[in-house]
C-alpha cells in the first residue's frame, strides 16, 4: 500500500510539474509573520535567451493577518553594470468586504501580480522588492506588514 500511493504522489507532482511549461523561473523567500519596511527581498535571475520575450510577475503569500485592500510595491531590476529601474507598484489584496484576492484553500493566499509584458533580456539582473504601504492619513510607512509571509518572483516565456 505504501509503495502504491508513493506512485501516486508522484505522479500527481509530474502532472503539475508538466502543466506548468511557461515558467522559466519561479523563486519565493519567506518574510515570517510580516515583513517589514526596511526588509528587501532580493532574486537574482538566471541569464536568459536575449532573443525571447518573457512575462514577469511578482507572486505574494499572504494570510488572514493582512489587514489591507492594496499593497504598494517598489520593485527594482538591476543590471550586472549598475543601471537600475525603479517601479513603485499598486495591487489590490482583498475584495470590498475584506476576503483576500489570489489562489488557495485555506487562509493563506497566493496571489501573481503581474508586473511587466514582453521584456527582453540582454545579461543578468537581479530584483529587489520591498514594501511601500502607508495608512490614511500617515507619512511614516507600516512599519511591519502583518499577513504577508512570503514574496517571490517569476518569470514566464511568452509562446
Known amino acids: 500500500m505504501g509503495i502504491k500511493n508513493s506512485c501516486i504522489l508522484f505522479a500527481v507532482v509530474l502532472l ?3 502543466c ?3 515558467r522559466v523561473f519561479d523563486e519565493y523567500k519567506t518574510v515570517g509573520s510580516g515583513w517589514n519596511k526596511d526588509s528587501i527581498v532580493s532574486f537574482d535571475l538566471p541569464a536568459l535567451d536575449s532573443t525571447k520575450q518573457y512575462n514577469l510577475f511578482v ?3 499572504a494570510n488572514d493577518d493582512y489587514k489591507f485592500n492594496n499593497i504598494f510595491l ?3 531590476m538591476e543590471q550586472k553594470n549598475g543601471f537600475t529601474k ?3 507598484l499598486e495591487y489590490q489584496m482583498a475584495n470590498p468586504d475584506g476576503t483576500l484576492l489570489g489562489n488557495g484553500f485555506t487562509d493563506l493566499k497566493e496571489s501573481k501580480l503581474f ?3 514582453k521584456v527582453r533580456f540582454n545579461g543578468q539582473f537581479k530584483v529587489y522588492i520591498k514594501q511601500a504601504l502607508r495608512e490614511n492619513g500617515k507619512v511614516p510607512g507600516v512599519s511591519n506588514l502583518d ?3 512570503d514574496v517571490g518572483f ?3 516565456t511568452i509562446e
Request: proline fraction near 0%.
Open 74 to 76: 517598489i520593485v527594482a
Open 154 to 156: 517569476r518569470i514566464e
Open 20 to 22: 506548468d511549461k511557461k
Open 86 to 88: 525603479v517601479d513603485t
Open 115 to 117: 508586473y511587466k509584458e
Open 59 to 61: 507572486n505574494l503569500r
Open 147 to 149: 499577513g504577508i509571509t
Open 16 to 18: 503539475f510539474l508538466a
